[in-house]
């Protein structure tokens, strides 16, 4: 199976088909699994989606939500992607708290990444192994960054560790983010992009050689188990010029 797109003409209608598609790949994790594991991203394409999710009907207590990245502010912020997600799909849905793994934005980056990486790796029973999330969902930036991880940080390069804290100069931030070696791992990862400010990255990331230092969204866009999801103003980047 190749990279897979889906064009929708609007956001709405590209946050929906999402959102069906990412239940499917959790109900197929269930039936042979008994549990799903979804990380899931932040930014603002994704909360259409979320409400998409929490409107429908699904066994959530047998998903356990993870977070791929999370700006190192309080829950209560509003730049806040757990404050994002609880609002749009978490209470909404009454997932139960025990499934949900936020990010410690309120503490130190450090200590934050350090306790994600520690009950990532208690969830799945790792012994020095990457975990292997079902579905990962990731956004894509207008300068192609996902996750938080932005063009030029050496973190891209890493394939071995789990999380790690990042400081975003771009926003003067400090943020936490699952590193490249979990995102390529992941089962199926799911991208939802939407916006003609998307173009030029999307551009990039599919026609642009190989260089997930300049473009980070290009990490994983090789597998076999990619989805992209687009609205029609985004999905003009898939043509080269």
Known sequence: ????????????????????HIFGLLQAAIAAHGRASLAISGGSSPKLM???????????????????????VP????????RMANENLIAAAKIPAGNVHRI??????????????????????????????????RGMGPDAHTASLFPGDPLIDDRTGI???TFARKFNQWRVTLLPG??????NTVFLVAGEDKVDALRSVFHAPYDPRQFPSQLGNNGDSVAWFLDERAAQGLRSR
Not at 107 to 124: G, L
Not at 182 to 187: D, G, K, N
Request: proline share 5%; charged share 20%; aromatic share 12%.
């Open 182 to 187: 979990v995102l390529l791992a992941a089962h």
């Open 50 to 72: 979320f409400q998409k999710m929490a409107a429908t009907p699904f066994a959530w207590d047998r998903v356990h939500l993870f977070f791929v990245d999370e700006r190192c």
């Open 104 to 137: 410690l934005g309120e503490i130190e980056p450090a200590e934050a990444a350090k306790r994600y990486a520690a009950e990532i790796r208690e969830f799945f029973g790792l012994r020095g192994e990457l975990p292997q999330f079902d579905v990962v969902h």
């Open 163 to 165: 999380v790690a804290a």
């Open 75 to 82: 829950p209560s912020d509003s730049a806040s992607n757990y």
């Open 1 to 20: 199976m190749s990279v897979q797109t889906f064009t929708a003409p609007n956001a709405q209608g590209a946050a929906d088909t999402c959102a069906r």
